[in-house]
């Protein structure tokens, strides 16, 4: 069956320090990526997708950037952290094509301090 | 690109009334619409879908309706229980990327 991992589960960082997610999936093959946030009692802004390695869609501006350097591996990177960054990080993932079935990973809560 | 529009974005129901949570959405090629259940501090969960070649879809005391040419769709809470409490977002996929709504956060009163 198909899993998704995403660590660490909580994170607290100083404005201005860098940051790494990790997100893998396993269990299959080629799947669409995404990377999602969450502000305290908000809803789930799209930042990130990827149909298949090295093929990244960013959906708004800011100082985050994504990598999938393997088929089930996506990262959710910032060289210099905001105090506007601190948010409920969510991977996941479906099958394509279609979109259908997404599953999330248990996410990051990270703060900026 | 898509946007979806979430109403109430919060619903008070007493124990054992329904709930009826609306989306609407503008991507006319958008084809899947799932439904989420996000519990305080966790992850959203499925918790039923639909297909833009279906019309309405019930799994026991939840059901969704779309509305392909008015691109609406609504999810419906019958007999609502006090562990339905939770935020619930709709959703629209067109195969590439999903777009949420707001949420809905959905009390319900023993």
């Known amino acids: 069956s198909q899993t998704i991992h995403q660590w660490p589960a909580t994170l607290v960082q100083p404005v201005g320090s860098p940051l790494s997610l990790e997100c893998t999936v396993e269990g299959t093959s080629n799947p669409n990526l995404y990377w999602y946030r969450q502000a305290a009692g908000r809803g789930l802004q799209l930042l990130f997708y990827s149909v298949g390695i090295g093929q990244i869609s960013s959906e708004v501006p800011q100082n985050l950037s994504a990598s999938r350097p393997q088929d089930r591996q996506f990262i959710l990177s910032s060289k210099k952290l905001l105090l506007s960054d601190s948010g409920f990080y969510l991977c996941a993932w479906s099958v394509p094509p279609g979109g259908y079935g997404y599953t999330f990973g248990s996410g990051t809560r990270l703060t900026v301090v | 690109g898509e946007n979806v529009e979430q109403h109430p974005s919060t619903l008070s129901v007493q124990e054992g009334d329904s709930a009826v949570i609306k989306c609407t959405y503008s991507?006319?090629?958008?084809?899947?619409f799932p439904w989420y259940k996000q519990e305080l501090g966790k992850r959203p969960q499925l918790i039923i879908d639909?297909?833009?070649?279906?019309g309405e879809k019930k799994d026991q005391r939840i059901a969704v309706t779309l509305n392909k040419t008015a691109k609406h769709f609504s999810l419906h809470i019958t007999e609502t229980q006090p562990e339905d409490s939770a935020v619930y977002f709709c959703?629209?996929?067109?195969?590439?990327?999903?777009?949420f709504g707001a949420g809905t956060r959905l009390t319900v009163k023993p």
């Open positions: 959703a629209a996929s067109n195969g590439n990327d999903m777009r």
């Open positions: 639909i297909r833009s070649n279906v």
């Open positions: 991507d006319s090629a958008s084809n899947y």
